[in-house]
Antibody
Framework: QGHLVESGGGLVKPGGSLRLSCAAS????????MSWIRQAPGKGLEFILY????????YYADSVKGRFTSSRDTASNSLYLQLNSLSPDDTSVYYC???????????WGQGTLVTVSS | SVLTQPPSVSAAPGQKVTISCSGS????????VSWYQHLPGTAPKLLIY???KRPSGIPDRFSGSKSGTSATLGITGLQTGDEAVYYC???????????FGGGTKLTVL
């Protein structure tokens, strides 16, 4: 079935950077579209990046464009999200999720909390 | 959000509830809709994909439909454990990415 585990969250100062990881097991990232989604405290879910099965990022939300990038390591079967120029508005739980079919996200990680504060 | 959901709905245990999701031709009108249940402190759970299909393990109390630029999630035989926030999602052609509705909090009275 598969399993996703995010890590790398924490407290970071405004303007700082952070790298999140999403380790996949039970399936290969190479064959799947993946998404990064976040949820700010008290807010709804927000798509921020959409990654094709070839590893290409094919969508960036306007809110993260130019600051966040995603990469993939097929050897470790892991996805990474590089967060740069962070602001307090980026404070959220960040999830990676597998796109099973037409944005049917059937597998989610447990999420990792990023807090941006001085 | 470009997808509009009611902020909250409520119903009694055992009753039925529907949650609407309204969009446009650039999203719901020309793309499949999925629905998610989100309980506090947990990862969202896929309930419905491709407008009306249920993943294995999702009871048939949950159903989905789509008509034009709107979609609906139905839940029958409400249980207290169904209390959660429910989100619709779809692709949006103008964004080349996905969008979520604002979420609907279900209260089972």
């Amino acid at each position: 079935q598969g399993h996703l585990v995010e890590s790398g969250g924490g407290l970071v100062k405004p303007g700082g950077s952070l790298r999140l990881s999403c380790a996949a097991s039970g399936f290969t990232l190479r064959g799947n579209y993946m998404s990064w989604i976040r949820q700010a405290p008290g807010k709804g879910l927000e798509f921020i990046l959409y990654i094709s099965n070839s590893g290409e990022t094919i969508y960036y939300a306007d809110s993260v464009k130019g600051r966040f990038t995603s990469s993939r390591d097929t050897a470790s079967n892991s996805l990474y999200l590089q967060l740069n120029s962070l602001s307090p508005d980026d404070t959220s739980v960040y999830y990676c999720a597998r796109d099973f079919n037409n944005l049917g996200l059937d597998l989610w990680g447990q999420g990792t909390l990023v807090t941006v504060s001085s | 959000s470009v997808l509009t959901q009611p902020p909250s709905v409520s119903a009694a245990p055992g009753q039925k509830v529907t949650i609407s999701c309204s969009g446009s031709s650039s999203n719901i009108g020309n793309n499949y809709v999925s629905w998610y249940q989100h309980l506090p402190g947990t990862a969202p759970k896929l309930l419905i994909y491709d407008n009306n299909k249920r993943p294995s393990g999702i009871p048939d109390r949950f159903s989905g439909s789509k008509s034009g630029t709107s979609a609906t999630l139905g839940i029958t035989g409400l249980q207290t454990g169904d209390e959660a926030v429910y989100y619709c999602a779809t692709k949006d052609s103008s964004l080349t990415g996905g969008v979520f509705g604002g979420g609907t909090k279900l209260t089972v009275l």
